[in-house]
């Protein structure tokens, strides 16, 4: 049975280091532990995060820069006390290098070396037929 995972993917900057954790759906919910986790792991939290448009972030996307802000991730964001910036609509460089660590766009396909200071959960029963 294949099950599709959300793939949640935080990337530093300037190190380079990142964080990746699978869910089964995106929700607000697995945006908000990816970021708990990815911050505990990295160990603090970036002064800036560059986002896509996605919908658990982005009510609307205006003229410009200008974004509708999804109350809950604006909660994050005052919470973890960063500022968030948003690439602009179908200008994939401004993502830099996240997306090319898969080879194809957004999906998760091919070879990730795993870091060995990036703490990955077993997931039992995800491949299980029950």
């Given at each position: 049975m294949k099950t599709k995972l959300q793939v949640a993917q935080l990337k530093l900057s300037y190190s380079r280091a990142f964080f990746l954790r699978a869910y089964p759906l995106q929700t607000h919910e697995m945006l908000f532990d990816a970021h708990n986790h990815a911050f505990r792991v990295l160990g603090g939290v970036p002064r800036r995060g560059?986002?896509?448009?996605?919908?658990?972030a982005v009510d609307r996307i205006r003229k410009g820069k200008a974004r509708d802000i999804n109350t809950r991730f604006k909660a994050m964001v005052s919470h973890y006390l960063f500022e968030a910036e948003f690439c602009n609509?179908?200008?994939?460089?401004?993502?830099?290098?996240?997306?090319?660590?898969?080879?194809?766009?957004?999906?998760?396909?091919?070879?990730?070396?795993r870091p060995s200071r990036v703490w990955m959960p077993s997931m039992p029963g995800w491949n299980s037929d029950a």
């Open positions: 560059i986002y896509d448009n996605m919908k658990t609509p179908a200008s994939g460089w401004e993502k830099g290098r996240s997306r090319r660590m898969f080879r194809t766009p957004g999906i998760v396909s091919g070879k990730v070396r």
